[in-house]
């Protein structure tokens, strides 16, 4: 079982900034997707910004591009979420991700408001 420690998140402003932070325990498995996802009120989770082991291309949203980043490594146990210019759009539930090929792990996700 692998574990993902969240934190960060809250209401802000519009055209502010804020981060997520996310640890995971798992040291063992090597090809695995990390990063993080989003849900909306009634919609399916999907991807924020994510990268592979497999190629270590980060993939953003169109939405957030040139104003979120994913930082850390595939390697290292922390995966964060810089947000910034955020938009009242940008409202939703955010989750860190830890998924190997054919099974997905989550964190307990956390709430971003932002407020125009």
């Known amino acids: 079982q692998v574990q993902l420690v969240e934190s960060g998140g809250g209401v802000i402003q519009a055209g502010g900034s804020l981060a997520l932070f996310c640890e995971h325990s798992?040291?063992?498995?090597?090809?695995?997707?990390v990063g993080w996802w989003r849900q909306y009120p009634g919609k399916e989770r999907e991807p924020v910004a994510t990268v592979s082991t497999r190629d270590g291309v980060i993939y953003y949203a169109d939405d957030v591009k040139g104003r979120f980043t994913l930082q850390g490594h595939p390697g290292t146990l922390m995966m964060n979420l810089l947000m910034s210019n955020v938009k009242p759009e940008d409202t939703a539930v955010y989750y860190c991700g830890f998924n190997p090929p054919g099974i997905n792990y989550w964190g307990r996700g956390t709430q971003v408001t932002v407020f125009a």
């Open positions: 798992e040291t063992r498995i090597k090809i695995y997707t």
